[in-house]
């Protein structure tokens, strides 16, 4: 029985040595933040809701760089606080990125949830600001109930960076699918100032929502939007 148990004890000891808290206090630093991220997709942490869940306390969150949410071995979750739409998230992400996103997501059919988070762009000059780039094929993506600022535009030279949510796919093999976006504010007072201050320009990159298509079963709905060149922009 004696050596039953420690053979038992040597086959799971691994298995919790490779666990990782996923419940983020305030002031995480972007490196426990990866880390927590990175777990999720291995549906190995602990502390949260499930093995693939990422939660955020209130307070913040510095980024230097930008995250990576790889795709996940089951479908993931990110998420803060629950508030009631449209109170503001009260667990953000901050930075200021000109050529890339607070996070980048990697082509997926597993699934995210992004919810309850604050991602603040930081107004970088001379544009930038995005939350989140999702790179396509994606699918089973939920964004919802989160409060995301802080992007610029430049009349001569953009890109998805000054988008604050940028989906992509191109049309007609890369195609992004069941994609809900829901209950979210975007933008803030002094956002896209630089475009907001000419009287024409050739932009749209300043915007709440970019999608580059294609898409099939796209929801967009019951978000509020304040000071986007656009709120949402549909790209060829």
Sequence with gaps: MRRLALALGLI?????????????????????????????STAACTGTASASTVQFGAGTYAFASTVTIPCG????????????????????ISGAFATSSLFTVSACTTGLTFEYLGCNGGVPSPHGGSCMFVAGPFSNLTFTHNT??????????????????????TKPSVVDANIVVTWNVFGATGNCSNVMSVVADS??????????????NLVVANNTFFYQEQGVKLWE
């Design 12 to 40: 799971l000891a691994p298995a919790c040595a490779h666990a990782t808290v996923c419940a983020l206090a305030s002031g995480a630093s972007q490196a426990t933040v990866q880390s927590a991220v990175t777990a999720a």
């Design 148 to 169: 995301v600022w802080g992007n610029q535009g430049s009349t001569s030279t953009a890109g998805p960076s000054d988008s604050l949510l940028w989906l992509d796919g």
């Design 73 to 92: 071995s089951a479908a993931m979750t990110l998420t803060g606080p629950a508030v009631v739409f449209p109170a503001a998230a009260t667990a953000t």
């Design 203 to 216: 932009g749209g990159y300043c915007e709440g929502v970019g999608l580059h298509p294609a898409f099939s």
